[in-house]
T-cell receptor, first 113, second 111 residues
Framework: SAVISQKPSRDICQRGTSLTIQCQVDSQVTMMFWYRQQPGQSLTLIATANQGSEATYESGFVIDKFPISRPNLTFSTLTVSNMSPEDSSIYLC??????????FGQGTRLTVV | GENVEQHPSTLSVQEGDSAVIKCTYSDSASNYFPWYKQELGKRPQLIIDIRSNVGEKKDQRIAVTLNKTAKHFSLHITETQPEDSAVYFCAARNGNEKLTFGTGTRLTIIP
């Protein structure tokens, strides 16, 4: 299956700043997703990244806080804007390629201080 | 939308014994059910999946069963080994929709 490279792997950020997380896939994927995972908890879908158009956000997540780009079929970014300590979490991107099921990037561990 | 419940939340078994994790789902249209293993500090990895046209699937020591009538599916790990210790997540999906994940089971294998 395809491989996703996600970066940064971790970061410590000041409150009020923004962080952009990047995911690069080594082949084209039909769908890309962004998740948040609190330590010891399940994965919560933030949004589906749509190629060439606005992302589709889940309830509780808004574009102003989590702008997403997907300029082509192999790359996507998630920005966590105007961060607060409550945004501290692990952020994961995933991709789906036809019937090949969701595979994940290695995650970004974000700490907001 | 889909709702997936997973039990138990924690499970400890002696090495060599079997482990079973159960999930139920709410959307009768769901037709795809993957299982992921997540080791500490690592990304979730797909370990096995099943589609709604079959009732059971095996891959070496791992098997998944599906009961569409009752809307539940289970992961079975036989002859458990220390490296099976991890958090396991079930998930369900309808067609091309998003995956909905269960809450996870922390499996500990006792040597």
């Amino acid at each position: 299956s395809a491989v996703i490279s996600q970066k940064p792997s971790r970061d410590i950020c000041q409150r009020g700043t923004s962080l952009t997380i990047q995911c690069q896939v080594d082949s084209q994927v039909t769908m890309m997703f962004w998740y948040r995972q609190q330590p010891g908890q399940s994965l919560t879908l933030i949004a589906t990244a749509n190629q060439g158009s606005e992302a589709t956000y889940e309830s509780g997540f808004v574009i102003d806080k989590f702008p997403i780009s997907r300029p082509n079929l192999t790359f996507s970014t998630l920005t966590v804007s105007n961060m607060s300590p409550e945004d501290s979490s692990i952020y994961l991107c995933s991709g789906r390629q036809g019937r090949t099921e969701a595979f994940f990037g290695q995650g970004t561990r974000l700490t907001v201080v | 939308g889909e709702n997936v419940e997973q039990h138990p939340s924690t499970l400890s078994v002696q090495e060599g014994d079997s482990a079973v994790i159960k999930c139920t789902y709410s959307d009768s249209a769901s037709n795809y059910f993957p299982w992921y293993k997540q080791e500490l500090g690592k990304r979730p990895q797909l370990i096995i999946d099943i589609r709604s046209n079959v009732g059971e699937k095996k891959d070496q020591r791992i098997a998944v069963t599906l009961n569409k009538t009752a809307k539940h599916f289970s992961l079975h790990i036989t002859e458990t080994q220390p490296e099976d210790s991890a958090v396991y997540f079930c998930a369900a999906r309808n067609g091309n929709e998003k995956l909905t994940f269960g809450t996870g089971t922390r499996l500990t294998i006792i040597p």
